[in-house]
């Protein structure tokens, strides 16, 4: 999609800007961050922050893309951390070899560490509490660390649709949700555009990571950068191991479906829906 890559471009050159260069002492631990940082990705987080500052009346992208960058860095923190021996221990990532396979388990956890406190630096720039609150919320012991906490403890057990729905809606959609929130609350968003973003993410989120499931058991490995099957060699909690892959691709769906409806109603509206259609056609 032409307007994911545009703003993938311009949030790395932002980051880039932002992350301290290599050889600032200690040097390993600005390499392990940008190791991981600059190893690939869709940039949606912080595509998604940016589209949704400007959808709500936002215009100053030197307001808008440091806060953005945040969340990717949130983001790249969380996946170093995942990869880890004592989670999935995955030895690749977006096709290259992850972080602790690079630089020993010990940088990879302080390099995830380093990104985390990076992004509440940014956040804090911003000049927005509510944003550092919305971050924080989104990825503590309610958001992010739940899931991935409920997430394991799953492995291999029989889970109820509620189990599912709470280690992904935490885990993934949240972050994805609070990246468009983010936006909105920057630019100032009324009630009424507030509630339609919210609503939206949160339904492209949970659809977002539907796909992922289907893709770990169909998608190309070449392509994806990861190694495939790996969520059932684990037994994780996902949503084809719970439904089977033709409810799942309804579910996905009726999801993307629904997110469409709730930002519609909004002038410039065109270019969510447009992306909630580009993330469904992974699927197939």
Known sequence: MDMLKQLGKETDLWLDRLLPSEDRIPETIH?????????????????????TY???????????????CGLELIHTYSLIHDDL????????????????????????????????AYAFELFANAGNIDVIREVAATIGTEGL????????????????????????????AALLRTSMRVGALLANADEAQMKAVTDYAERIGLSFQIIDDI??????????GKPI???????KATFPRFYGLD????????????????????DGSKVF???????LNRAY
Do not use: W
């Open 215 to 224: 893709l770990d058991i169909k998608g190309d490995q070449e392509l994806l």
């Open 247 to 266: 409810k799942s691709y309804e579910e996905a769906s009726r999801l993307i479906t629904e997110a469409k409806d709730a930002i519609a109603p909004f």
């Open 145 to 172: 660390v739940g899931g991935q906490v409920v997430d394991i403890e799953s492995e291999g057990q029989t889970i109820t649709e509620d189990m599912l729905l709470f280690i992904h809606r935490n885990k993934t």
């Open 229 to 235: 099957g790996s969520d059932e060699e684990l037994a």
């Open 31 to 51: 390499k392990a961050m940008r190791y991981s940082v600059f190893a690939g990705g869709k940039r949606l987080r912080p595509a998604l922050c940016v589209l």
């Open 273 to 279: 829906i447009d992306l909630a259609d580009f993330l």
């Open 85 to 116: 021996p004592a989670m999935d221990n995955d030895d690749f990532r977006r096709g290259k070899p992850t972080s602790h396979k690079v630089f020993g388990e010990a940088i990879a956890i302080l390099a995830g560490d380093a990104l985390h």
């Open 54 to 68: 400007r959808f709500c009346g936002g215009y100053d992208d030197e307001r808008i893309f440091p806060p953005a």
